[in-house]
């Protein structure tokens, strides 16, 4: 379902914003606080809750929502266009999601602050989804009201498309954005999605920081094992249960990890790097036609770089049995894997089978199409993107990379010709486990500096 929003209609609703006058920061916590929680059962969702998060951003935003272009799409979803002076040029895109993820049952506990609370304390605001995504969103309707406020009018015309179900694969959010932009004709020079952040005390280059331009993303692939026996009572087992042979193939899986290689767009990545770092780095990175083996192996011990080199292979769900004294008569598990570039769906189904070696395990997956190939590291994107990094953090190293994830940016494959990852984003590297994980947050200062790197992004791309 798609419905146009009235420009002047929503002008006059709009005249006293409920949050006129917060920060980056207050309007983040209060984005948190409506539990807009992605489940993979979608009748668990609680849409209400998405209604509500709407209504505070058309009320937080008032001229985004009333002299631009908006459409809801798919009830929850946003399509929005601030178009440009000159039609002869190609438009830009932005997208971010405003879903999250559930905090894991019996993990509650462990978080400084509840996860839906939005506090503000310490510097930070924390809760689920002050990194993925819905700070995304913020910033750059932070960035956009900002703009307009200032008067700005870009040449180039920007959209904005913001989903509602990215972690539950995008379908019905970005999949139908995509749907109708392809109604309307509009085909995009390039867009910047989730991702990419500026990473502080890294590893590969201590005490600086370091700016990653995701040029590309992982590919995406579950595979379903299933196990079939015979079942019965408790006290009259088979010689071989079916959760046996599924552990036995499962254990398999997990001891024989794919084998670490650089491909593009790390070696890229590293040959950007190499004048930043000492020896014998600098050696290694300046000479990948022969130390790439060697590099690639030393990555892959790191938690950190590790799903750079290496197609990851990560063990997520078992299910067997109804009862402590019925032997189960079919145990099922899930493998998600995360793709290297050149890696496809057949390579890892083959290697699988192979490693598991036993007739009596099924295996099944449903797979992820349109996956987005890597970027032009020399175009306009990429250059604006570099543009605005460096007016928020001048010393920054800017370089091109590979996202671990997968993203939204696979609806839009077709209607853009490059695709970008980056939100401004400044972390250290064990900031990167909340996302997804405990204790999620994002400090002001880095919000604050989120936000300066969208209304870059935004008023550099839409001056070209």
Known sequence: MIKLYNRLGLALLLVIPAAWGNTPAENLAEAVRFKTISFQDRAQIDYQQFDALNSFLTETYPRVFSQLQVESVSEYSWLIRWPGTDETLSPILFTAHTDVVPVEPGTEGDWSHPAFAGIVADGRVYGRGTLD?????????????????????????????????????????????????KALGLEFD??????????????????????????????????????????????????????????????????NPFAPKLEEPVRTFLETLAPHVDQP???LFNNLWLTDWLVASQMAKETLTQPMVRTTTALTMFNAGVKENVIPQRAEAKVNFRLLPNDTPEDVIAAIEAIIDDPSITVSHDRWNQRPGIADMQGSGFEVI???????????????????????????????????????????????????????????????????????????????
């Not at 700005?152 to 995509?178: C, K, M, N, W």
């Not at 331009?213 to 009259?236: C, D, P, R």
């Not at 590979?402 to 494959?413: G, I, K, N, P, S």
């Open 281 to 283: 780095n600098q050696f």
């Open 190 to 255: 390039w867009m910047v999605d989730e991702g990419g952040l500026v990473l502080l005390d890294s590893p590969v280059l201590p005490g600086k920081s370091l700016a990653m331009i995701n040029v590309a993303e992982k590919g995406y692939l579950t595979l379903t094992l299933t196990a079939q026996g015979a079942g019965g009572h408790s006290s009259s087992p088979p010689r071989v249960s079916t959760i046996g042979s599924l552990s036995n193939a499962l254990a398999k899986i997990e001891a």
């Open 133 to 181: 995504d819905k700070q995304g969103v913020i910033s750059l309707l932070e960035a956009a009201e900002q703009l307009l406020a200032e008067g700005y009018q870009p040449t180039r015309e920007i959209v904005f498309a913001f989903g509602h179900d990215e972690e539950i694969s995008g379908l019905q959010g970005a999949g139908v954005i995509a749907q109708r932009m």
């Open 386 to 464: 570099s543009a605005a990094i460096q007016s928020v953090y001048p010393d920054a190293v800017i370089v091109p990379s590979l996202l671990q994830a997968t993203t939204d940016t696979r609806h839009y494959v077709d209607l853009a010709r490059n695709q970008y990852r980056f939100h401004g984003t400044q972390m250290k590297p064990e900031q990167t486990a909340s996302i997804h994980g405990t204790d999620e947050y994002i400090s002001i200062a880095s919000l604050e500096k989120t936000v300066a790197v969208a209304a870059a992004m935004l008023r550099l791309g839409g001056a070209r």
